[in-house]
């Protein structure tokens, strides 16, 4: 994986659109979707859910939620 393949992989992974990493990386749409399938291509993935999976995996990008867990099973407190 080259260089600017592997800024797109995580940009993708981290939740970014083709669009935004056209723009911050100052390349084509069509430029970052061509990497883009070569990315998928030799990594055996098809959608940038399962990029950000093999990210997290392999810690190419840090668990930006880890200090959510548990929000989701606390009590309101009564007004």
């Known amino acids: 994986m080259s260089a600017?393949?592997?800024?797109?992989?995580i940009a993708?992974?981290?939740g970014k659109s083709i669009k935004d990493c056209a723009f911050s990386m100052a390349r084509s749409p069509k430029?970052?979707?061509?990497?883009?399938?070569?990315i998928k291509r030799e990594?055996?993935?098809?959608?940038?859910?399962?990029?950000?999976h093999l990210a997290l995996r392999?810690?190419?990008?840090?668990?930006l939620y880890r200090g959510?867990?548990?929000l989701e099973t606390t009590t309101p407190?009564?007004?």
Not at 31 to 38: G, N, Q, S
Not at 43 to 52: C, D, F, K, N, R
Not at 58 to 63: E, Q
Request: aromatic letters at 10%.
């Open 31 to 38: 430029t970052i979707e061509h990497h883009w399938a070569i």
């Open 68 to 70: 959510w867990q548990g």
């Open 12 to 14: 993708l992974a981290e």
């Open 43 to 52: 990594l055996g993935i098809s959608t940038p859910v399962e990029a950000a």
């Open 77 to 79: 407190k009564k007004l």
């Open 58 to 63: 392999f810690g190419v990008v840090r668990n």
């Open 4 to 9: 600017i393949q592997l800024k797109i992989f």
